[in-house]
């Protein structure tokens, strides 16, 4: 038997029906009646708690970058300080975390940019410039020491980011690959040594003067 929500949990019901319908529909192909149907509340009880349908996009919005706010703190305790070999993996799976089980949040970012702008693209700016900063931050900072090579940093961040996010619908494109196939941990682990391979530099192989390949000794 259905129980009567309490008016606590209303608001979430709302918002988490929201997260759902335009993450599937779009802003402008969702309605509020829509919305209130799957919360199983009335549309009069909607909009008693949101003014505007803007304010359950923002709302919707909220509550998906929420549910990620923990692995957003990445670069904490001394990141800039850690080998690639060590960091980037985390990058990558953080982005790749996303991407695969909060694939609702890439979707409504991108409606937020194409279909309201204004406040939603604020929201987007709030919560992610920090994250996109702190990575491109990182790169810059090991390029400088010599640890990655030196490109633009932030084209590498937003290649990275797309990459992800992208890659494995663009794959199915592409006859024979399996990444679109792949599971969460395959596809950090194949990404990871993509991106190592590009950005860190090669060590040159010293040999003798003789050419015979063997390792020169320092006198």
Request: glycine share 6%.
């Amino acid at each position: 038997m259905a129980t009567t929500p309490t008016a606590s949990e209303v608001p979430g019901r709302i918002a988490r029906a929201a997260v759902a319908l335009f993450s599937r529909q779009g802003y402008h192909g969702t309605s509020t009646r829509e919305i209130a149907r799957l919360a199983d509340v009335s549309e009069v009880t909607v909009f008693r708690y949101f003014d505007h349908k803007e304010d359950i996009f923002l709302s919707a919005l909220q509550s998906c970058f929420n549910s990620i706010e923990p692995r957003l703190n990445l670069f904490d305790h001394g990141s800039e300080s850690r080998a690639p070999e060590a960091m980037l993996p985390k990058i990558l799976s953080l982005l790749v975390d996303t991407a695969k089980f909060s694939p609702e949040l890439t979707r409504l970012v991108a409606i937020a940019f194409l279909e309201l702008h204004g406040k939603a693209e604020e929201v987007c700016f709030e919560r992610l410039t920090p994250l996109f900063t702190a990575i491109a931050g990182y790169l810059a900072t090991n390029m400088q020491n010599g640890s990655l090579r030196n490109l633009d940093p932030a084209i590498v961040t937003a290649a990275m980011a797309l990459t992800v996010i992208a890659q494995p619908e663009l794959s199915k494109l592409i006859t024979g690959s399996a990444l679109s196939r792949m599971s969460g941990r395959e596809s950090i682990d194949e990404y990871s040594r993509f991106w190592l391979t590009v950005l860190v530099p090669k060590i040159p192989e010293h040999t003798d003067p003789d050419g015979s390949g063997k390792e020169a000794l320092e006198v």
